[in-house]
């Protein structure tokens, strides 16, 4: 399985995947007809994600970016192996800290939570 993620500016986003959570581009479609990201696919985690620009047209499916949503209707996990570091980076390229660290009493032991530039929320866990 395979995660689609919608962003208003999907360029910026996935620069901030890369820099923020040290996420690996495997490739970038441009739209020739609007210069919009069409298609792009990213490594992160040990997962394949794809990503595109919040088109018009995807709304007859119900599908948009959290931007238009006003929010978002998922949240992603990923697990770090340092938690202050990863949330340190993140915060550095842009994301915006909606929790900070925490121990918790269920399986993921320490998380943090943050939402990324274009919206999408992220808990990240680890040591």
């Known amino acids: 399985m395979n995660i689609y993620l919608i962003a208003g500016d999907a360029a910026k986003a996935l620069d901030f995947y890369m820099a923020g ?7 970038r479609w441009i739209d020739p007809d609007n210069g919009k990201i069409g298609h792009s696919e990213f490594k992160l985690g040990g997962q394949h994600l794809f990503l595109a ?6 709304q007859a ?5 959290p931007a ?3 929010g978002t209707s998922l949240t992603l996990w990923l697990a770090v192996d340092d938690l202050e570091a990863a949330r340190d980076r993140a915060v ?6 909606l929790a900070d660290i925490e121990t ?4 993921e032991g320490r998380r943090c939570r943050l939402a ?12």
Not at 92 to 97: D, H, M, S
Not at 116 to 127: E, I, S
């Open 21 to 27: 959570l040290g996420a690996e581009e495997i490739t």
């Open 92 to 97: 550095a390229a842009g994301a915006r800290l």
């Open 53 to 58: 620009d919040d088109y018009d047209s995807m």
């Open 104 to 107: 918790t009493g269920v399986a």
């Open 61 to 65: 499916l119900g599908v948009a970016s």
């Open 68 to 70: 238009r949503l006003g």
């Open 116 to 127: 990324d530039p274009a919206g999408h929320v992220w808990t990240l866990t680890g040591k």
